[in-house]
């Protein structure tokens, strides 16, 4: 699985956003004429790079201006970090602050700070005071202690320390989890010459892969994944946390907008009524009273609500509190989705928080101390939300006691919480004791079946993988191994070769060009003219080379006796049986007996005997051969 994170601009208009992103990847992301004619971002743009460390890293530009905020919002919230940019000719602004509370209120788990525009700075003194200030902003908020990096995009100073402090930032994130309930937000839809619809955004909670059937959410409308691309590069797979771009059939660009979400059937619904934890911003200037009209932002969509204030009057600039917001059309979400409230006109942003229930049964009483007791659960995770979580956390499943002891519950309200998701399907039993998450369980397989196609792809006339390379691969310990093996068996995501000592992809077979066929036919023609005196393996090897030989002793064409000696198989077989007939009728043999029979030199027959004695067809008495258990049995 490969680590892909996104990051995000933010910061006040002309402070140098777009020209820094350019000048860091070569990419111009303002792709609009208007954009390039007024020299400002109006919406979204992208662009991306591959950090020192390996990281392919995607990034959203998002505009600066007030009047366009509201693009802005659709871009910043699937970001795993910020890049966030003041100019140190002109430092704090109001987009300033406005963005970092917009960062803040999404929890984006911190960034670095681009102090740009350096080289229009002649004054230590001054920039010393401009770091200072936007450390005082920063203070108390996600981006507080983020590193500050001063930096010219036209002449280049501090970029390569920028692109070093990106690379430190991001470096320790673990990657997004894969909880096998993908979920695109689109940010863009257009129609390409050739391909058709295209959506693009940032991919969450599960992979999305080449022939997937999808739903498009609200609506439900279905399509099937028809080419995945990130970062211009086309993909089988994308993996939580990339900027994806996918390839639609079944669908027209007229029937999709920007805040549809594309995910699993059957896994995300619409919603007009979501119980929400609500942060009021202390410079919102106006208490915000029941039944105020707001626009509220999720994902990328953007939608006009009602504000329903649960236990409280009104709640004043500052405070937090419950809310039940009424959206005039669905929108897909689902918990623990962050938001944003703006109000519409003059447009202001006022707040945000975290979604606790995007499918709340009816509109709550305001002041019943029972339905806030039951937000504050939700808040909090129930039992089996939190048994999920652990579950999901972990690489290698859990048992009842491991869960017991890292959701710090009894034993008995673990297995409780347990036989919920098991019965809900949320969860899997594999083996004995081990129980995977959907997620983890998705993503165990993943990884062995994507090891297990680049095996194929390089080895495409073996059989299988060998067992215990591919679990040193995906890095589990044998006892657990087994158990996903065998689970993984039974559902069809691998199947086994060789009694289980190779594993493969259900789907592969092994398939040989009209080159390979006819290298292996003229082996097998020399095998055929010299039946009891083939070439070694060796010669074999140098005639069609080992990978060709090892396909045909798998495939049974061939069968070796010893590290020389082989044998076309159906000659083998009959050697076996006149050995037999042999033994059966004289009761013994010896090698120069056996030659003769043959007709072959004394390598051949000792070879043959040798591996008969080994497999216990035949019993060696001094230089005599009897009938072994086996060959009894036989």
Known sequence: MSTTYVIGTAGHVDHGKSTLVERLTGIDPDRLAEEKEREMTIDLGFAWLTLPGGQPVGIVDV???RDFIENMLAGVGGID???????????VMPQTREHLAILDLLAVQGGVVALTKVDLVEDDEWLELVIAEVEEVMAGTVLGGAPIVPVSARTGEGLEALVAALDEALGQRPPRPDLGRPRLPIDRVFSMSGFG?????????????VGDQVEIQPGGLKARVRGVQSHKTTLEVAWPGSRVALNLAGVDVADLKRGEVVAAPGTLAGS????VHFR???????PLKHNAEVKCFVGAAEVVAHVRLLGVQQLAPGESGWLQLRLSQPVALDKGDRFILRYPSPGQTIGGGEVVDAHPPHRWRRFK??????LETLAAGTPDELVEQALDASVAGLSVAELAGQTSMSQDEAAQALDVLLDEGRALLVGDDRVFSRGAWGRVTTAMRQ??????ADYPLRAGMPREELRSRIRLDARVFTAVVDTAVRLG??????????LRLPEHEIVLTGAQQAQADALLGTFAANPTAPPSLKEAAAQVGDEMLQMLLTRGDLTAVSNDVVFESGVYREMVEVVRAHLAEHGSITVAQARDVFGTSRKYVLALLEHLDQIGITKRVGDERVLGRAGQDG
């Open 63 to 65: 505009p600066g201006h």
């Open 81 to 91: 970090a910020a890049l966030f940019v003041v100019a140190a000719d002109e430092g």
């Open 197 to 209: 619809t295209v959506v693009t955004g940032t991919l969450v909670d599960g992979s999305i892969a």
């Open 272 to 275: 007009t009524l979501i119980d």
């Open 280 to 286: 009021h911003l202390p410079d919102a200037g106006r």
């Open 369 to 374: 101390p029972d339905i806030i007791e039951r």
């Open 451 to 456: 090891v297990l196609t680049t095996y194929h």
């Open 493 to 502: 995501d691998v199947a086994i070769e060789g009694g289980g000592s190779w």
